[in-house]
Every structure is written in C-alpha cells, then in structure tokens.
Nanobody, 115 residues
Framework: QRHLVESGGGLVQAGGSLRLSCAAS????????MGWFRQAPGKQRELVAT???????KYADSMKGRFTISRDTAKNTVYLHVNSLKPEDTAVYYCNADALSGSNWGQGTQVTVSA
C-alpha cells in the first residue's frame, strides 16, 4: 500500500517547467514536514526542498531560485514547481513525509530533461 503517491514527472525539454505533486494517505498522521529529494543516475539522493506544516520552507543551496515547494495542508499534498529545467535536473524525484510515526517515502517519479 502506497502511503505517498507522486505524480507529474515525465519527459520535458530544457528550459521548460513542470509541477510534481505528492499526496499523502490519511494513514500518515501528524505530519511535521513534507519534502522532495532527488536521485540522479549514479549519484546519491539529495535534498531539494522541504516545507513544514506551518509553511516554513527550506531549499538546498543549489536548488534556490528555480524550485518552489508549496503545500495544501487540507489535501495533505505537497507540490514542487520547477522552472528553467536543465538536463542535469534529470533524476528520480522522491516525496518524503516526516511524521510522528516516522519518515515515509514515495516510490519516486522520473523526470527526464532533454537538451
């Protein structure tokens, strides 16, 4: 049973934009923060951005400017808007929910940016 469902990935041309969505199942309660991480081929998973239940955001330094994280608390959904996509943004993007019960991960959504 998937408790975090990501969507919005796909093939995008460089310079384009996209929005990723991640919906958390109600089974995950008391979520403190949600966030996005990514893992490029041959590289370690890295932080993109997180957002707390109060809306406080945090971005990895390399992600500031083109990435915007937002959250709809009522829908238990977090979004990631990415502008001016670059081929080096190609990765599997994972959603994370930090909850009272622990850390939860989605299965990931592939984003491929063509030159």
């Amino acid at each position: 049973q998937r408790h975090l469902v990501e969507s919005g990935g796909g093939l995008v041309q460089a310079g384009g934009s996209l929005r990723l969505s991640c919906a958390a199942s109600p089974i995950i309660f008391s979520i403190n923060a949600m966030g996005w991480f990514r893992q490029a081929p041959g590289k370690q998973r890295e932080l993109v951005a997180t957002i707390t239940s109060r809306g406080r955001t945090k971005y990895a330094d390399s992600m500031k400017g083109r990435f915007t994280i937002s959250r709809d608390t009522a829908k238990n959904t977090v979004y990631l808007h990415v502008n001016s996509l670059k081929p080096e943004d190609t990765a599997v993007y994972y959603c994370n929910a930090d909850a009272l019960s622990g850390s939860n991960w989605g299965q990931g959504t592939q984003v491929t940016v063509s030159a």
